[in-house]
């Protein structure tokens, strides 16, 4: 093991050390930090946790610095190279990888999300020992840093096996909800391209709903959506130069393929060859590209939801936002039945997140401060300096993370659309699929 490598063990120990027995705003960031990322995991194992308190040292947070910042404020006695090399763990991500190829000392990794690919060496022996059994094909979950002209492991790995494409799309999906922050780590071209779509699916949603607010029962809005889905098939069609009244035996016909190679390029966009077959016979047949927008059996039944519409947050669909309105316009809220649930169901429900709590003490600022004055037995809680710290504390981010609706690269849209496609194959009396919301194409 060269010395570079030994000299990063060196200093992740020496880093580490220095967060775990720090006092005051660093040890209270490191506990906020870490509880945040545990709550998104199903998963609360000592791997996991080593995992959390890893990505806080290169991405967390105090005041405008970030723990690395400090600890290198903090050592005087580094070198210079030693200075350059912590400050390159900015730089570190956590990834879902597959092992391309086994090195003498390392392993070459591509990093699902991104397609990119990194030579990763481990720092100490013991790992490299540990590691000796992985093969090649199989998935692990860990944080890696740069280290000179190649990577080395930041974290313990989290072994996941060589997964099918089935098992392989549920391990991106929980990446997507627990490591939100690292989704495109290593590509920030990737996650611009992700923000640009969700900002065109906003405007989109005004296009067709003409407003970014608005209640309506539930099984309005279940008619609704269809429609909006088609909305966005035809300005899509459109915008390709695609003539939507054709079916897809007509398409065929108009690019020279026969129906067996349209049948296959069917198929392979997730569709069982029966119902590939149905649409080549179907004159009235196009909708074939189409992302499914799924609504939950719980908004079509609910009595009333109301929409939010935001070009960062995404859309928020709430079934009780009419009850916290009233609520919050009421003379005397302790005497609204089940107010202190529904209170608490705001604070707790992941759904309820910054920006609805910003907005209403954009529309209601005083109402809303006497409420949570009694409800939280505060009364001098202040809502412009007290309320993104209670939001803090519930696990509420204050920024927006990157919303379902978001567009995914092709690989992974093709992923999920091959995965989808071997458990209908697999499953073929099942007429209902899970739809792949969240994961569609730009």
Do not use: C
């Amino acid at each position: 093991m060269d010395s570079i490598l030994e000299r990063a063990n060196e200093l992740k120990q020496a880093l580490t050390d220095f967060v775990l027995d720090a006092e005051g705003d660093l040890a209270t960031a490191l506990e906020t930090y870490t509880a945040e990322q545990l709550a998104r995991s199903q998963q609360k194992d000592r791997k996991q946790q080593d995992l959390a308190v890893d990505a806080f040292l290169s991405a967390g947070q105090v005041g405008d610095k970030t723990p690395l910042d400090l600890f290198i404020e903090s050592e005087s006695g580094l070198s210079e190279h030693d200075r350059q090399l912590l400050s390159d763990w900015k730089r570190a991500f956590t990834g879902l990888f597959a092992i391309q190829q086994i090195l003498p000392d390392g392993f070459e990794l591509m990093n699902w999300l991104t397609t990119k690919t990194y030579i990763v060496k481990p720092n100490n022996s013991a790992t490299l020992e540990e590691m000796a059994r992985l093969k090649v094909g199989e998935i692990l979950l860990t944080r890696i840093a740069p280290v000179d002209d190649y990577w080395t492991f930041f974290s313990p790995h989290i072994q996941m096996g060589n997964l099918g494409k089935p098992k392989l799309a549920v391990a991106i999906g929980n990446f997507k909800q627990n490591h939100k922050s690292d989704l495109y780590g290593d590509a920030p071209e990737l996650l611009e391209e992700a923000w640009k779509s969700v900002d065109r699916y906003h405007q989109d949603f005004l296009d067709f709903f003409g407003s970014d607010e608005m209640t309506l029962p539930g099984y309005q809005l279940s008619k609704k959506i269809p429609e909006f889905q088609e909305f966005l098939t035809q300005r899509r069609l459109d915008e390709a130069g695609i003539d939507g009244s054709k079916s897809l035996s007509e398409m065929a016909q108009d690019a020279g393929m026969s129906d067996e190679e349209l049948g296959d390029v069917a198929e392979a966009m997730g569709m069982d060859a029966q119902t590939a077959t149905k649409m080549l016979e179907n004159k009235d047949a196009v909708k074939m590209a189409a992302p499914q927008i799924d609504i939950p059996s719980d908004l079509k039944k609910a009595e009333q939801v109301t929409v939010l519409a935001h070009p960062r947050w995404g859309q928020m669909f709430l079934t009780t936002h009419t009850q916290f309105i009233n609520l919050l316009q009421t003379d005397d809220w302790q005497n609204v039945k089940g107010a202190d649930k529904l209170i608490r169901n705001y604070l707790e429900a992941p759904e309820i997140n910054a920006f609805v709590w910003h907005r209403l003490a954009q529309q209601y600022p005083v109402q809303l401060e006497k409420v949570l004055q009694g409800f939280l037995q505060r009364p001098e809680f202040d809502l412009k300096a007290d309320l993104d710290s209670l939001l803090r504390s519930h696990h509420k981010p204050l920024e927006p993370e990157l919303p379902e609706i978001a567009s995914v690269p092709i690989h992974l849209h093709d992923l999920f659309q091959e995965a989808l496609a071997e458990v209908t194959k697999s499953q073929p009396k099942k007429s209902e699929k899970k739809g792949t919301k969240g994961f569609q194409r730009a």
